[in-house]
């Protein structure tokens, strides 16, 4: 079993920044995928950006430019620096994990973007 530990987000004005960070822990043998999802009011979730097998980077179109993903593999974390934060960014952030053909899904963490 593999817990996810999330934090960060919260309210912020238009055009402000905001990082999230997740911690794993537990089973861990080799994390395959480690990323953010979202989810919006009435909407699916949806890919943020992602680490994928080999080190490669998954950015949605709509942050490209604005988010940076990194990642601590001592620390099993990974980090999403928000920049540039808009209206529509408002969900919330699911961190994501899969290992060994399993995924799993920290609890959430609410951002907000308003004035």
């Known amino acids: 079993q593999v817990e996810l530990r999330e934090s960060g987000g919260g309210l912020v004005q238009p055009g402000g920044s905001l990082g999230l960070s997740c911690a794993a822990s537990?089973?861990?043998?080799?994390?395959?995928?480690m990323g953010w999802y979202r989810q919006a009011p009435g909407k699916q979730r949806e890919l943020v950006a992602r680490?994928?097998?080999?080190?490669?980077?998954n950015y949605a179109d709509s942050v490209k430019g604005r988010f940076t993903i990194s990642r601590d593999n001592y620390k099993n974390t990974v980090y999403l620096q928000m920049n540039s934060l808009k209206p529509e960014d408002t969900a919330v952030y699911y961190c994501n994990v899969q290992q060994r053909g399993i995924i799993y899904w920290g609890q959430g963490t609410q951002v907000t973007v308003s004035s």
């Open positions: 537990g089973s861990i043998f080799s994390i395959d995928v």
């Open positions: 680490f994928t097998l080999g080190g490669r980077t």
